[in-house]
């Protein structure tokens, strides 16, 4: 019978019996993906397994502690972060196209993560994330924006000096089953079953040039808007729901005084296959509830919109 348990049951015995005692690197996004290859990993093999997680400044409110809290703290696996935050930035100075700022990132990533893996001694295998349908669609034409990290870091094979064996352990299932996984392991509901978020993170977020500051500001608006989104029990109703910044400043009054700052936009879309996609028809009641905390609780931002564009024509993301 194919139940979560026998699935756990049979991974581990093939984890181990295809890395018998060797050392094996995981590259941790804290994505839903690579986080339950790291609690299986850690079950199956226990401290053969040392994560990599690059922090690259573009995280969500909080997120880059929360993931060394949770694998390193809690759940004892041997994980490096590297905060590379300075790094990204410098690389994206100056730089406003999209599809140019995706490449920095991808391209930084990989350096990140190549110099951090090249510290590690005698690592025979690298593990990944891959699941049954990344499989399918890089199989397939690529339609749609390129997917960079996944791209580099899934599927598409190892980079050629790294002398590295592929491990993916969950080749062969569907994100459901890969959630179902993860709470059987003991990973949190809530982190299993997050919104996704893409591997270049807020930089495609902050429309045009990415700047740490505008990543500061995106940051709180967007935890705002997800804290509020869960305490009105209207998270698990969207699909993926997330602040954009505008780098247009629009008047504000504050007492007597005007004053110039950021408009950002929220987002929150209902879809089941991210390809199509509806605006989530989010109540009144709630949006100006949120509209007015950000504006409150954040000094440079002035405005908030909400983004009324379904997909097609609009894309999920804003870049
Ligand atoms: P769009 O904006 O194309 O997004 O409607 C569809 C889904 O893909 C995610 N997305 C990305 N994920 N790297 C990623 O890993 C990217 O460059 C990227 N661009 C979009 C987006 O968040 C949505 O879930």
Redesign the pocket.
């Known amino acids: 019978l194919w139940t979560t348990e026998n699935i756990i049951e049979d991974s581990i015995k093939r984890i181990r019996e295809q890395v018998g005692s060797d050392q094996v690197m995981l590259g941790l996004s804290g994505g839903v993906d690579s986080s339950v290859v790291a609690a299986l990993l850690h079950k199956a093999i226990g401290d053969q397994l040392t994560c990599v997680f690059v922090d690259h400044g573009l995280l969500r409110y909080q997120e880059g502690d929360q993931v060394m809290a949770m694998f390193a703290e809690n759940m004892g696996i041997r994980v490096i972060r590297a905060d590379s935050e300075e790094r990204f930035m410098s690389a994206l100075e100056g730089k406003t196209d999209p599809e140019e700022k995706?490449k920095i990132i991808g391209r930084e990533f990989i350096e990140v993560f190549d110099a951090e893996s090249a510290k590690l001694q005698g690592v025979k295998w690298l593990a990944q994330g891959t699941i049954y349908p990344d499989v399918i669609e890089s199989a397939g034409s690529k339609t749609?924006?390129?997917?960079?990290?996944?791209s580099h870091h899934n599927v598409g094979g190892l980079p050629e000096d790294m002398e590295m064996s592929l491990i993916e352990p969950l080749r062969e299932l569907f994100k459901d089953e890969v959630r179902k996984l993860g709470v059987a392991l003991g990973l949190p509901y809530k982190m299993v079953y997050r919104h996704?978020f893409?591997?270049?993170g807020l930089g495609?977020r902050i429309l045009g040039e990415v700047k740490k500051e505008y990543a500061d500001i995106l940051r709180l608006a967007d935890h705002i808007f997800i804290e509020e989104l869960h305490k009105w029990d209207l998270y698990d109703k969207t699909s993926?729901a997330f602040a954009v910044f505008l780098p247009v400043k629009s008047v504000g009054v504050v007492g007597d005084a005007r004053r110039y700052d950021y408009v950002v936009a929220l987002r929150a879309v209902e879809t089941i296959d991210?390809m199509t996609a509806r605006w989530a028809h989010l109540p009144y009641e709630f949006l100006e509830h949120v509209s007015g905390r950000i504006i409150n609780e954040i000094p440079r931002i002035s405005r908030v919109t909400y983004d009324i564009s379904s997909?097609p024509p609009a894309?999920?993301?804003w870049e």
């Not at 749609?144 to 996944?150: F, L, R, S, T």
């Open positions: 995706r749609g924006k390129a997917k960079v990290i996944k996704p893409p591997g270049p495609v993926q991210f997909k894309t999920i993301e």
